[in-house]
């Protein structure tokens, strides 16, 4: 079995692909991830890349999404911790990289600078290794 984290653009990309998880993999990810999906499908919709409709019935698939979603006294030290390293100025993206540190075998991120700062952190992988 294996755990992916993965970031709110993932989620969304899953979402928008329809395909199922692959057999025996399970997702985790921080807390915050259903703020950040609800803003990215909102800033869609007002920028006129994505119907409304669809918006919202994506922000609803995001609620139903089998993942497991941590904001633990652990992990939020951890992304602390991690933010100070890389020298980010805020600690949202740390929370993902946290998360995939403590609880994840593989972080799954359409973000490039949460990619980045997994370089040397923790195991990256593509998006395509969910479904197999």
Same mark, same amino acid.
């Given at each position: 079995?294996?755990?992916?984290?993965?970031?709110?653009?993932?989620a969304l990309?899953?979402?928008?692909?329809?395909?199922?998880?692959?057999?025996?993999?399970?997702?985790?990810?921080?807390?915050?991830?259903?703020?950040?999906?609800?803003?990215?499908?909102?800033?869609?919709?007002?920028?006129?890349?994505?119907?409304? !409709?669809?918006?919202?019935?994506?922000?609803?698939?995001? &609620?139903?999404? !089998?993942?497991?979603? #941590?904001?633990?006294?652990?992990?939020? &030290?951890?992304?602390?911790?991690?933010?100070?390293?890389?020298g980010w100025?805020?600690?949202?993206?740390?929370?993902?990289? &946290?998360?995939?540190?403590?609880?994840?075998?593989?972080?799954?991120?359409?973000?490039?600078? #949460?990619?980045?700062?997994?370089?040397?952190?923790? &195991?990256?992988? /593509?998006?395509? /290794?969910?479904? !197999?």
């Open positions: 079995m294996t755990r992916f984290a993965i970031d709110a653009p993932t990309r899953l979402l928008a692909d329809g395909r199922p998880l692959g057999a025996g993999h399970s997702l985790v990810a921080p807390s915050v991830l259903r703020s950040h999906a609800l803003s990215y499908l909102y800033r869609a919709v007002r920028e006129g890349t994505l119907d409304e !409709k669809l918006g919202r019935a994506r922000l609803e698939g995001v &609620a139903e999404l !089998k993942i497991r979603l #941590l904001g633990d006294r652990v992990s939020r &030290a951890t992304a602390w911790k991690l933010a100070a390293q890389l100025e805020d600690t949202p993206l740390a929370e993902y990289l &946290a998360v995939a540190v403590l609880q994840a075998d593989a972080l799954v991120a359409e973000d490039a600078r #949460l990619l980045a700062g997994a370089q040397g952190v923790v &195991a990256v992988a /593509e998006f395509e /290794e969910l479904m !197999k």
